[in-house]
């Protein structure tokens, strides 16, 4: 592949960036989850009903979620501080004592005998020799309730924390971590500094954060636009910038790649590097958030974070289960991957 002068200058500042990872600084919080796995070989037909049994073979726990997040930064290399709540059981601690061996700090995470940690848990079911493949998952959700005691520990944590700060990334599957309160020091935080949220039921309440993170079906319902085609692309991203006051907006589209919204500029479609054969979406909005954050922490723009982004999603949508990669796959995949000015 013949690389125009402008493409092979972009690559090396992008390759410059990712140097600079290992000395960037980014918060994340949000809801902290474990997605378990467990993997088994399918034998016989059971006696009690007429359903396979699977004869359990072994089973991992990995960080899901804002934990997710976490993990994508960790391998990437940086410096992250984790800022969430676990139930203190099993799935809750083996991640929890994971983050204490990796992070800076465990300041900000809460291991609490009064909830259950958010599990998502697979059966992963095959042959010996193949590709196992899911056959149903089991979420288990509980509300997370913090008392006041634990929010007013959070929130001068977060104060003594925010000015190492580079960036800070919020993780929002809903369960209720984020409190108005929380919110209210994330906005006031993100005045002056990188704020990257990732919300999955109320993008609204981030108003004036510095960038969101929406898929397609996210940013539909938020403008209330069906995206078909380009023009109502650009007429729903264009609407999520005003209505929420934020710098920029990067939709993503799954196989389709996406697109990068900032004020005041013409939107960027970023097309999908590599293959468009997806193996597993699990994370990939994370990993798109975990980059955007890291990239604008360590002084990237709007365009040179979402295309870091777009070469990592599509490395670890190319990995099954809950993935992450490191600054080397990154660096490779950006290889395969489009440039847009």
């Known amino acids: 592949m013949c690389l125009s002068v402008f493409a092979v200058k972009y690559m090396i500042k992008l390759k410059e960036i990712i140097k600079r990872f290992a000395k960037t600084r980014v918060g994340v919080i949000g809801d902290m989850a474990a997605d378990v796995y467990i993997y088994g070989k399918p034998?016989?037909?059971?006696?009690?009903?007429?359903?396979?049994?699977?004869?359990?073979?072994?089973?991992?726990?990995?960080?899901?979620?804002?934990a997710n997040t976490v993990n994508n930064l960790i391998q990437l290399g940086v410096r992250v501080y984790p800022m969430g709540i676990f139930g203190n059981d099993d799935a809750g601690v083996e991640v929890?004592?994971?983050?204490?061996?990796?992070?800076?700090?465990t300041a900000g995470l809460l291991l609490s005998s009064a909830t259950e940690t958010i599990t998502k848990t697979r059966i992963m079911a095959g042959d010996d020799h193949?590709?196992?493949q899911q056959v149903i998952r089991?979420?288990?959700?509980?509300?997370?309730?913090?008392?006041?005691?634990?929010?007013?520990?959070?929130?001068?944590?977060?104060?003594?924390?925010a000015p190492q700060l580079d960036a800070l990334i919020v993780s929002d599957y809903g369960y209720g971590f984020v409190t108005g309160k929380i919110l209210a020091f994330i906005r006031g935080f993100a005045r002056t500094r990188t704020v990257?949220?990732?919300?999955?039921?109320?993008?609204?309440?981030?108003k004036g954060v510095t960038i969101v993170t929406p898929n397609q079906s996210e940013a539909e319902e938020l403008a209330g636009i069906e995206i078909k085609d380009r023009k109502t692309l650009n007429a729903a991203g264009n609407k999520l910038l005003k209505n929420l006051?934020?710098?920029?907006?990067?939709?993503?589209?799954?196989?389709?790649?996406?697109?990068?919204?900032?004020r005041n500029r013409k939107p960027v479609h970023i097309p999908i590097c590599g293959s468009d054969e997806i193996t597993d979406v699990t994370g990939a909005g994370d990993t798109v958030a975990s980059i955007m954050g890291l990239a604008l922490g360590a002084g990237a723009t709007f365009l040179e974070a979402a295309h870091l982004s777009n070469a990592g999603?599509?490395?670890?949508?190319?990995?099954?289960?809950?993935?992450?990669?490191?600054?080397?796959?990154?660096?490779?995949?950006?290889?395969?991957?489009?440039?847009?000015k």
């Open 43 to 66: 034998y016989r037909l059971s006696r009690e009903a007429p359903v396979i049994v699977i004869r359990h073979d072994y089973q991992k726990v990995v960080p899901g979620g804002a």
């Open 196 to 206: 990257v949220a990732d919300s999955r039921y109320r993008m609204r309440d981030f």
């Open 245 to 262: 006051g934020t710098k920029a907006v990067l939709i993503t589209q799954g196989n389709e790649g996406m697109t990068l919204f900032v």
């Open 130 to 132: 193949t590709s196992k």
């Open 96 to 105: 929890f004592n994971y983050f204490s061996d990796h992070c800076p700090s």
């Open 313 to 340: 999603a599509s490395v670890v949508v190319m990995k099954r289960g809950t993935a992450t990669l490191t600054p080397d796959e990154l660096n490779s995949a950006m290889a395969a991957c489009p440039v847009k």
């Open 138 to 161: 089991i979420d288990k959700e509980p509300r997370c309730q913090l008392s006041a005691d634990e929010e007013r520990k959070l929130l001068a944590y977060l104060a003594g924390l």
